[in-house]
């Protein structure tokens, strides 16, 4: 979604990051680059002035201009702006009310509200554990009713029955009634839209918030929308007085500016985004986050958050294990390559990755897509049992049929199949035998020096501070392991930039090693 003015940001604020000194002129100049950038993203005029005049007063400061490093000075200041034009913190639905709680979505035609109103049932049922019913209040599309009916099926929710007829108020206190008597804790009305804002709308969101009392009116809005987001936004904030938006398609290619406008002229906070067509494709909106993103900084905390929603802790603790005894077949690769599909592929982990949201552009130039993991999953689906767990057995009669069966040629199986053989022996090496492989007696050494205890020698980095994992980062690169120097490495470089450990070591917070680690990124061509 904020690529284009990510890359804009990044390469304005990179030249005030790369000077020695700042003047005043040079800040001057920066900002109206930066504000040219937001206007081309569709951020509404208003909101850029507010933000860009904020920044000026901020940075021209004798503080600022006469500091070590200005130019960085000058960053954390954009990254607090925006931050504070987003929403300082972030805001979930409140159901903080008597129940049943009425959740009331409101927005015009075309911009997600039944889907989203699925999509926030799911959330709510799964993670808060809450009985909800759904109820259709659009009687003028035709098939409205009945959509939300199948998103019930889908998602496991209750949906009010349809009675043909009913006027869209009449639903409404139909609906709160039946969720008192079926003892719902949640109750969300899917109301009508329009193509744009009239009257006729407006007057019926408003008789309806009479009748069914809402704790929450959600306003869903299209983030493609551009510069009219604000009028739309404001509208609704008018007329029928919204408490959060959510905004839908946070996954196009749009630029981001309805994101950016309509929390900084409401005043009210974006509380949830849809990241894709699924119904578990919606997040929480983290305020610090976005603004991360935007500025290039990464988000690891929605990167560890998605590995602890998608990978099975069990299944990677196995693998961990596995890995440690040198063991590590064609079945571990395909699972290896499967969580990294399931983490967004590899350009959705790399725009997390502080740092890497550059290298996007630069593996889709070196062929190193999503595309290519499809191909190696298919090359591995298409051998047999003994094969995947004994690829020494594949001679050329085999490749041959194996590249039939997967569309693929031999030199991709060959490709796949050198891939494996660097992360096999890697993993011999990092947890051979002797006195607990390469990895732990280094690891251990560093824990040692570092008095930081752990199982078997390996310092357990769960219970490490910032500082203690900066240190031992130092530390581990001078010993010459430096993150992305071992091509094909599962765990190439876990976040906060260690190397990956096998899956042997903890995140902070007790995730076994994201999976067993990702895959590391073979086939980028070496400079020569």
Do not use: C, W, Y
């Not at 398609?249 to 002229?265: E, H, Q, T």
């Amino acid at each position: 979604m904020f690529e284009s003015l990510q890359d804009r940001l990044g390469s304005i604020l990179s030249g005030l990051t790369g000077r020695g000194a700042l003047s005043e002129a040079d800040v001057s100049a920066a900002l109206r680059e930066v504000r040219r950038a937001l206007l081309e993203a569709d951020v509404a005029l208003e909101v850029v002035r507010s933000f860009t005049d904020r920044v000026r007063e901020k940075a021209v400061g004798a503080e600022v201009l006469k500091s070590i490093k200005p130019g960085q000075m000058v960053v954390k200041i954009v990254h607090d702006e925006l931050v504070e034009m987003l929403g300082s913190e972030g805001v979930g639905i409140d159901l903080h009310a008597v129940a049943p709680v009425v959740i009331m979505m409101v927005g015009l035609q075309g911009s997600g509200k039944t889907t989203t109103t699925g999509k926030i049932a799911k959330r709510l049922t799964d993670r808060e554990k809450k009985k909800v019913l759904m109820a259709s209040l659009d009687t003028r599309r035709p098939a409205a009713q009945e959509q939300l009916r199948q998103l019930g099926v889908q998602t496991g929710v209750d949906t009010l029955p349809i009675i043909a007829g009913q006027s869209p108020t009449d639903i409404a206190a139909r609906a709160v009634q039946a969720a008192k008597l079926g003892g719902h804790d949640v109750v969300i009305l899917d109301t009508a839209g329009r193509t744009h804002i009239d009257e006729p709308l407006m007057q019926e969101m408003a008789e309806i918030k009479r009748k069914s009392n809402p704790h929450e009116i959600l306003l869903v809005a299209d983030s493609l929308t551009g510069q009219d987001a604000v009028n739309l936004a404001r509208n609704f904030d008018e007329r029928v007085g919204i408490t959060g938006l959510v905004l839908t398609r946070m996954d196009g290619d749009g630029r981001g500016g309805a994101a950016l406008s309509m929390r900084a002229v409401t005043g009210k906070p974006i509380k949830l985004i849809g990241t894709g067509e699924k119904m578990t494709e919606m997040e929480e909106f983290h305020p610090r986050r976005i603004a991360d993103r935007i500025l290039g900084m990464g988000d690891i905390v929605s990167l560890v958050e998605k590995a602890a929603e998608n990978i099975d802790a069990e299944k990677a603790r196995a693998m961990a294990e596995k890995m440690a005894k040198g063991k590590f077949d064609l079945n571990d690769l395909a699972d290896q390559l499967r969580q990294m599909k399931s983490l967004g592929g590899m350009g959705g982990i790399m725009g997390l990755m502080p740092g890497m949201a550059g290298m996007k552009d630069k593996l889709a130039a070196a062929g190193m897509n999503d595309k290519v993991f499809d191909r190696q999953i298919a090359i591995i689906q298409s051998m047999t049992k003994a094969e995947r767990a004994n690829p020494d057995i594949l001679k050329h009669s085999r490749k041959k049929r194996i590249a039939a069966g997967s569309g693929t040629d031999a030199s991709d199986i060959n490709k796949l199949l050198k891939m494996h053989r660097q992360m096999a022996d890697m993993m011999k090496m990092m947890g051979g035998k002797g006195k607990g492989g390469m990895m732990k007696q280094m690891m251990g050494g560093l824990a040692s020096k570092m008095g930081l205890g752990g199982m078997g020698g390996m310092p357990d980095l769960s219970k490490l501070d910032p500082k203690q994992l900066e240190a031992l980062q130092k530390q581990a690169e001078a010993a010459g392991l430096k993150p992305g120097s071992m091509p094909g490495m599962p765990g190439g470089g876990l976040p906060g930039g260690l190397p990956g450990l096998g899956g042997g070591a903890k995140l902070p917070g007790g995730l076994p090693g994201l999976g067993g680690g990702f895959p590391g990124l073979p086939g980028l061509p070496k400079k020569k």
